[in-house]
């Protein structure tokens, strides 16, 4: 005797809507998760020369202060970065780049002058002309820039961390 596999109607019906259900999860669901998982596995530069103008518009041995902005893309998070470096150029194409971050708290350091110094004023740190620690606490002196001038034109290399 022979028994033959009957499906019911219920069970069909149950089986094609269940089919079609997981192919439009399927169709659906895998975009959906690439869309929000993509912005965490794109590749982000961090590294860039930045242009600070030309040479010219710094004059021979007096720091002078360039700021830029920067964005950096963190996942979904966009978020804006302020930089400043002093410029202080010597004889020729000689240029010395230095953060104005001071190396203590991150405090923004500016040039004084009167005193020929960077004063920061959180602690009052004092730094020489060439960013080395005059007074105060911070550990170490300001941290340089790698420069490079082309065509008379003044780069920094920034990395972003």
């Not at 998070?77 to 000689?94: F, M, N, P």
């Amino acid at each position: 005797m022979t028994e033959s596999a009957e499906v019911s109607r219920r069970d069909f019906v149950t089986v094609v809507v269940g089919a079609v259900g997981a192919v439009m999860v399927f169709c659906i669901g895998i975009p959906a998760v690439a869309y929000l998982v993509s912005p965490a596995l794109k590749v982000k530069k961090t590294e860039d020369w930045v242009s600070c103008g030309p040479l010219e518009n710094y004059p021979i041995g007096i720091p002078t202060l360039f700021t830029f902005t920067r964005t950096q893309v963190n996942g979904w998070e966009k978020t804006a970065i302020s930089y400043g470096v002093y410029v202080l150029r010597k004889e020729g194409d000689q240029v010395l780049a230095l953060s104005n971050m001071c190396t203590h708290l991150s405090c923004r350091v500016s040039w004084k002058d009167a005193e020929v110094v960077y004063v920061c004023p959180c602690h009052d740190a004092h730094f020489s002309i060439d960013g080395e620690v005059v007074s105060g606490p911070p550990p170490r002196p300001l941290d340089p820039y790698e420069t490079k001038i082309e065509n008379g034109e003044l780069f920094v290399f920034l990395k972003q961390e």
